[in-house]
């Protein structure tokens, strides 16, 4: 362990593995105590994950959490806390699934135009807690709670019984989006490496739009001259502002950024899903985002990572109760230990990081000076 | 930096915590013994006996139809929630000890996105599939889709192509049972008149805006104005569509009905799923500290065997919207091939809805009065209205 690069890298897996570990050992205890049988439990949680029609259910699951996490991200790297991207996403799917609903346009141009919609709502409502910051200093995670509350309890609930498709069904909501603005399903392209994929299964192809989102999260925050200004803000605003940036231009392009990404979250269950905004539209993936993008660390990759195991976690409740082996509320269990140990764990690992930079730069100048 | 991040982990957290918990008191409560006191209130709270069809498989042993399986969807919340979702596991449980089939229960995750999945999970491995509530509408309809050899009942939605006229059925595989709640409303309406001595009673929605919990308002207040015109009526919701946390949210339900005792309705009808555990504790606290006799009406389950025991004096008597009925008819139908897609509504008239007496707080004449308005509504001489007047 003496060779610094070694140790580096030893510190860089050191937070994350210490991390599951935890929730691991945490969520034994909490098994054994509730009087399940924790070894019967993981079993069928990974003997399910193996699965060619769980893989599926994970990918699907963790599209939505991606790409929100990617959208809480975008305002974390700058320091900003958009929580706001729950009621973004919620109002720009109810759009986009009206707008969606109401044309008819040839099949790649409807569904730009869905997504186009979706943006530029999700964009406008981040944008507008933007706004109050720049102009009126208002925290914006003050403005972006608030502004969740009047996007689903007001314009939502208020427009919904307007544009809603009157079919007199009991579960009412949007008109659904005519086959020209749905996006196909992978499963022929899953099908060539694997064998059919079982009935009632659909591998979204909203997942391509998130490995998209990603690559462009990357470029834009590592290979861009904003995304420089971003990370730099987000690292010193006092010296970035000092090397000429403007630090209110950064605020409202990072939330509307964020917005526009966030708007994107609904997709999967307007596209590829739903086809339409209705009462059991899913709610609450804004929050994942924010767990999601935390665990990440705010990396492309590591948001991606974090995805996938909470989509893991998540597609482990239906063996878990078909089997008995376990209550479901392990899986509630272990994604906050998992968050709460990685967070603690990232704050250790950068401490002992820091210590070590700290002893490798006091080497060097003593071996300078000798 | 470092002391955002910390606020932000403890806003996360706590979210995370919230939703830890809500699952968790849940399946306490299951362990506790209210599923097992569900089926006992099936046998309690009915006079007569549901309107079963014949049953030829009573009598046979109970291994004979082990390859038959089938398979409960919740709603969100899953068992325990002390109402509507054990109501559908008592007829479940009951179907099982009856036919000695196999039952498996599931339920969501708590944003309710892989309703799809745990459809197709029990299809998977059951002949028949109850979905248990109208937010399984869509996902059953492309589920059955794909499994054209199962069979699927939605409680709550009529599972009706409205588009056509006549409607047709939603898929060939697809039955919707709905329950005539006004009915029951109804005759719960009839109970609180005779009952209220401030000439004030109160309604207490979970979610307004979508039409379901205003049929049961409409009832409830029908009723209340057959016996009395006179006698107030205030209602109110929890919260308005498309928020459904007012069927979740006993600290509300409880203020609210808190707030209606102190002006003065002295009987409140909660149609609020679990939300209705507030306003008995409300009405308990209200009778503590005022010592008079204030009451609930519950909704669903019979409540006065649900609620924790503490609070039990205050349920008047319960709409019972018998989905323990329906599943069990349907699992029968099924297994004896009389299964029919499409729309089966249960009213009054195959006890598909009712009161409960567990208590004894309605006296025999107040019983027979509201015996005389069922049988009114039953024989078509009152229409019971679904829309607030």
Same mark, same amino acid.
């Given at each position: 362990?003496n060779?610094?690069?070694?140790?580096?890298?030893a510190?860089?897996?050191a937070?994350?593995?210490?991390?599951?570990?935890?929730a691991?050992?945490?969520s034994? *205890?909490v098994l054994?105590?509730s009087?399940s049988?924790?070894i019967d439990?993981?079993h069928?949680?990974?003997?399910?994950?193996l699965? =060619?029609?769980?893989s599926? $259910?994970?990918?699907?699951r963790?599209t939505?959490?991606?790409?929100?996490?990617v959208?809480a991200?975008?305002g974390?790297?700058?320091n900003?806390f958009?929580i706001?991207?729950e009621?973004?996403?919620?109002l720009a799917?109810?759009?986009?699934?009206?707008?969606g609903g109401?044309v008819?346009?040839?099949?790649?141009l409807?569904v730009t135009?869905?997504?186009?919609?979706?943006?530029?709502?999700g964009?406008s409502?981040?944008?507008?807690a933007?706004?109050?910051?720049v102009?009126r200093?208002v925290n914006?995670?003050?403005?972006t709670?608030?502004?969740?509350?009047?996007?689903?309890?007001?314009i939502?609930?208020? =427009?919904i019984?307007?544009?809603?498709?009157?079919?007199?069904?009991?579960?009412?909501g949007?008109?659904p989006?005519?086959?020209s603005?749905?996006?196909?399903d992978?499963?022929?392209w899953?099908?060539v490496?694997?064998? $059919?994929?079982g009935?009632?299964r659909?591998?979204t192809?909203?997942? =391509?739009?998130?490995?998209?989102?990603?690559?462009a999260?990357?470029l834009?925050?590592?290979?861009?001259r904003m995304g420089y200004?971003?990370?730099a803000?987000g690292?010193?605003?006092f010296?970035?502002?000092a090397?000429g940036?403007?630090?209110?231009k950064?605020v409202l392009?990072a939330?509307?950024?964020s917005?526009? *990404?966030?708007?994107?979250?609904?997709?999967?269950?307007?596209?590829?899903?739903?086809?339409r905004?209705?009462?059991?539209?899913?709610?609450?993936?804004?929050?994942?985002?924010?767990?999601v993008?935390?665990?990440?660390?705010?990396?492309?990759a590591?948001?991606?990572?974090a995805?996938?195991l909470f989509?893991?976690?998540d597609?482990s409740?239906g063996?878990?109760?078909a089997s008995?082996?376990?209550?479901t509320?392990?899986v509630?269990?272990?994604?906050?230990t998992?968050?709460l140990?990685?967070?603690?764990a990232?704050?250790?690992v950068?401490r002992?990081?820091q210590?070590?930079e700290?002893?490798?730069?006091?080497?060097?100048?003593?071996?300078?000076?000798? | 930096m470092?002391?955002?991040?910390?606020?932000l982990?403890?806003i996360?957290?706590?979210?995370t915590?919230?939703a830890?918990?809500?699952g968790?008191s849940?399946?306490?409560?299951?362990?506790?013994?209210?599923t097992t006191a569900?089926?006992?209130t099936?046998?309690?709270?009915t006079t007569e006996a549901?309107?079963?069809?014949?049953?030829?498989?009573?009598?046979?042993?109970p291994?004979t139809?082990s390859?038959f399986?089938?398979?409960i969807a919740?709603?969100?919340?899953?068992k325990g929630?002390?109402s509507?979702?054990?109501?559908a596991a008592?007829?479940?449980?009951?179907?099982a000890a009856?036919?000695?089939? %196999?039952v498996?229960?599931?339920?969501?995750n708590?944003?309710g996105s892989?309703?799809a999945?745990?459809?197709?999970g029990q299809?998977?491995q059951?002949?028949?599939?109850?979905?248990?509530?109208?937010?399984f509408?869509?996902?059953?309809a492309?589920?059955?889709?794909?499994n054209?050899?199962?069979?699927?009942a939605?409680?709550d939605?009529a599972?009706?192509? +409205?588009?056509?006229?006549?409607?047709t059925?939603?898929g %060939?595989?697809?039955?919707?049972l709905?329950f005539? @709640?006004?009915?029951?409303?109804?005759?719960v309406?009839?109970?609180?008149?005779?009952?209220?001595k401030?000439?004030?009673v109160?309604?207490? !929605?979970?979610?307004?805006?979508f039409? +379901?919990? @205003?049929?049961?308002?409409?009832?409830?207040e029908? !009723?209340?104005?057959?016996?009395?015109?006179?006698i107030?009526?205030?209602s109110?919701?929890?919260?308005e569509?498309?928020d459904f946390d007012?069927?979740i949210?006993p600290?509300?339900g409880? @203020?609210?009905?808190?707030?209606m005792? @102190?002006?003065?309705?002295?009987i409140v009808y909660a149609?609020?799923?679990?939300?209705?555990g507030?306003?008995f504790?409300?009405a308990?606290e209200?009778?503590?500290?005022n010592?008079?006799?204030v009451?609930?009406?519950?909704?669903?389950?019979?409540?006065?065997?649900?609620?924790?025991p503490?609070?039990?004096?205050?349920?008047?008597t319960s709409?019972?919207?018998?989905v323990?009925v329906?599943?069990?008819q349907?699992?029968q139908?099924?297994?004896?091939?009389?299964f029919t897609a499409g729309?089966?509504?249960?009213?009054?008239?195959?006890d598909g809805v009712g009161?409960?007496?567990?208590?004894?707080?309605?006296?025999?004449?107040?019983?027979?009065?509201?015996e005389?308005?069922?049988?009114?509504?039953i024989?078509?001489?009152?229409?019971?209205?679904?829309?607030p007047?």
């Open positions: 362990m060779n610094p690069t070694l140790r580096r890298i510190l860089a897996l937070a994350p593995a210490l991390a599951v570990i935890v691991v050992v945490v034994s *205890i054994i105590i009087g049988n924790p439990a993981y069928d949680m990974f003997t399910n994950a699965k =060619l029609e769980t599926i $259910d994970i990918l699907n963790a939505p959490f991606y790409i929100s996490g959208a991200a975008i974390f790297r700058m900003l958009n706001g991207v009621g973004q996403y919620l799917a109810f759009f986009a699934s009206v707008v109401a008819n346009l040839p099949p790649v409807h135009l869905v997504l186009l919609v979706a943006m530029a709502v964009a409502w981040s944008g507008l933007g706004v109050l910051k102009t200093g914006e995670v003050i403005s709670i608030m502004l969740n509350f009047i996007a689903t309890g007001g939502i609930a208020g =427009l019984v307007v544009w809603q498709d009157n079919t007199g069904q009991v579960n009412s949007t008109t989006l005519p086959k603005g749905r996006m196909p992978l499963n022929s899953v099908e490496f694997t064998r $059919d994929i009935k009632g659909h591998l192809g909203v997942l =391509l739009l998130a490995i998209a989102v990603g690559v999260y990357h834009f925050i590592n290979r861009s200004e971003f990370r803000s690292y010193n605003p010296a970035a502002r090397g940036i403007a630090p209110k950064m392009s939330m509307v950024l917005g526009a *990404i966030a708007g994107l979250v609904g997709m999967v269950e307007v596209l590829s899903d739903n086809y905004y209705d009462q059991s539209f899913v709610r609450g993936l804004g929050f994942q985002g924010i767990a993008a935390l665990l990440g660390r705010n990396k492309p590591g948001i991606a990572v995805a996938l989509g893991f976690l597609a409740r063996p878990l109760q008995g082996s376990a209550s509320e392990i509630v269990i272990m994604q906050a998992i968050l140990a990685a967070v603690v990232y704050e250790v950068s002992a990081r210590k070590n700290a002893s490798t730069a006091a080497a060097l100048l003593a071996g300078s000076q000798s | 470092r002391k955002r991040l910390l606020i982990t403890a996360v957290a706590s979210f915590l919230v830890a918990a809500c968790d849940g399946s306490t409560d299951t362990t506790s013994g209210t569900a089926p006992t099936t046998v309690a709270s549901p309107a079963t069809t014949a049953a030829p498989d009573t009598t046979a042993a291994d139809n390859s399986s089938l398979g919740f709603d969100i919340g899953g929630d002390q509507f979702n054990d109501s008592a007829g479940a449980d009951k179907a009856d036919f000695g089939i %196999d498996s229960f599931v339920e969501p708590a944003d892989d309703r999945n745990i459809l197709q299809a998977d059951s002949d028949l599939v109850v979905a248990v509530g109208f937010l509408a869509d996902d059953v492309k589920v059955a889709a794909d054209p050899d199962v069979k699927f939605v409680i939605d599972m009706l192509n +409205l588009d056509n006229d006549p409607p059925p939603r %060939d595989n697809i039955a919707g709905t005539a @709640e006004e009915q029951g409303s109804f005759l309406g009839v109970a609180a008149a005779l009952n209220t401030t000439n004030k109160g309604f207490l !929605g979970g979610v307004s805006g039409g +379901l919990i @205003e049929k049961f308002q409409a009832g409830y029908a !009723g209340v104005h057959a016996v009395d015109p006179s107030e009526v205030v109110q919701y929890i919260t569509f498309p007012g069927f949210s600290d509300r409880k @203020e609210i009905a808190a707030a005792y @102190e002006s003065g309705a002295d149609a609020a799923g679990s939300s209705g507030g306003m504790q409300a308990k209200y009778r503590d500290a010592g008079d006799t009451w609930g009406i519950g909704v669903d389950s019979d409540q006065y065997n649900t609620v924790d503490s609070v039990r004096d205050t349920v008047l709409m019972l919207k018998r323990d329906a599943v069990y349907a699992t139908a099924v297994i004896d091939g009389t729309n089966t509504i249960y009213d009054l008239s195959v009161y409960s007496t567990t208590g004894d707080f309605l006296t025999a004449d107040q019983i027979a009065q509201i005389k308005f069922k049988a009114q509504i024989d078509g001489t009152i229409v019971v209205p679904t829309v007047a």
